[in-house]
């Protein structure tokens, strides 16, 4: 008779549970949950700071200079999530421009829908900008899918369709969008409670400061949890992520998915700045400067994102102020107006890419990292 074998037992360790989509947005490693909580309350800090800080400057301002200030947390809004994606995670994206579009065109058909039927209140514009985040997330899911599968030049292909083709279908869809002419909604103004000699724009530089403060504690943590440790995983090597056990697919969409949102508050809080909506202002154009922005703010950093939104709105303001300064022949003054912001983008790109390849975020740490190590140096 043969002896029965005893049945084999199993001595591997047992596979961790997943972490919840939730957990994987909290920084710091798991179980650091000391660690989670000391830099979630840093970045509170930090954004309660700042806030106090530029809504003192807006109480200091004049109006344009208020609106110019909105505008900057708009393309904030917009720089911190694109970042995110080409700097924190290696996807080169060229349609983020459209993707403003997307959230500027949802606010304008809610608040032009509600105002046709009397609808009023101040819920009316948190809810536009939520549906504008939520349709730009499902833009940003859809071209993610296909964005997942490319690499390189052909996602870039991709995305440049996507800038130059949801402009052209609100020239299309005139009865929908109104064509080049756009759509007008009513303008947002202030609370009674702050008064009635309130500037707008400073309430407006007050709302739009809200929702970059918002983007910004959000991508921080993003960026010190353990999603965005997988994000650089990925960007760095796709092969190693894979024997790490990364979803690779997966964290490439779920990065430009989290960037399309923000493009899309972004737009929705441009669009509430103007309360104007037209495909002029979303052009191919825009998304080249989004790029350009993030790369010589310094690719990768939040930091960086908030010297490119300054960028952005100093740059796209230089034509004007040349021709109010100088009296200059009207058909120079065109040519000016469409082509310097740009010819000046492209220049102060390769000068800061020479001098500076980390941007000028990098060439801010460099420089504090050697005053330190120069005080620090004995003298003889």
Known sequence: MTAT??????????????????????????????????????????????????????NQLPP???????????????????????????????????????????VALVQQGLDERGVQGRWILPLSLLLAVVVTAVAGLVIGLAAARLRGPYLAGVTLAVATLVPAIATIFTDVFNGDQGLRFPMETPPAFLGAYFQPERWLAWVALLAALLT????????????????????DDEVAARLAGIHVARNQVLAFVVSAACAGLGGGVYAVLTATVAPGKFSLDLSLFLLMAIVIGGLGSL??????????VALQDLPSLITETFTLPSGLAQRLEGNLALAVFGLILIV???AAPGGLQGAARTLTARLRAGRRTPRP
Request: charged fraction near 10%.
């Open 303 to 312: 930091a960086g994102a908030v010297w490119g939104a300054v960028l952005l």
């Open 64 to 106: 344009y200079q208020n609106l110019q200030v909105a505008r900057v947390c708009a393309f904030l809004c917009v720089t911190a999530g694109y970042t995110v994606l080409v700097g924190l995670n290696g996807q080169l994206s060229l349609g983020h421009g459209a993707l403003m579009a997307t959230g500027a065109y949802t």
């Open 352 to 354: 800061v890419m020479l």
């Open 216 to 235: 910004m504690l959000l991508m921080a943590n993003l960026v010190r949890s353990r999603l965005g440790r997988s994000l650089r995983a990925v960007r």
């Open 5 to 58: 074998q005893p049945p084999e037992v199993s001595t591997a360790a047992p596979r961790p549970a997943a972490p919840s989509p939730l957990r994987r947005l909290l920084p710091g490693p798991p179980g650091a949950a000391g660690a989670r909580g000391s830099t979630l309350l840093r970045h509170l800090v930090l954004a309660v700071l700042a806030g106090t800080a530029v809504v003192l400057l807006t």
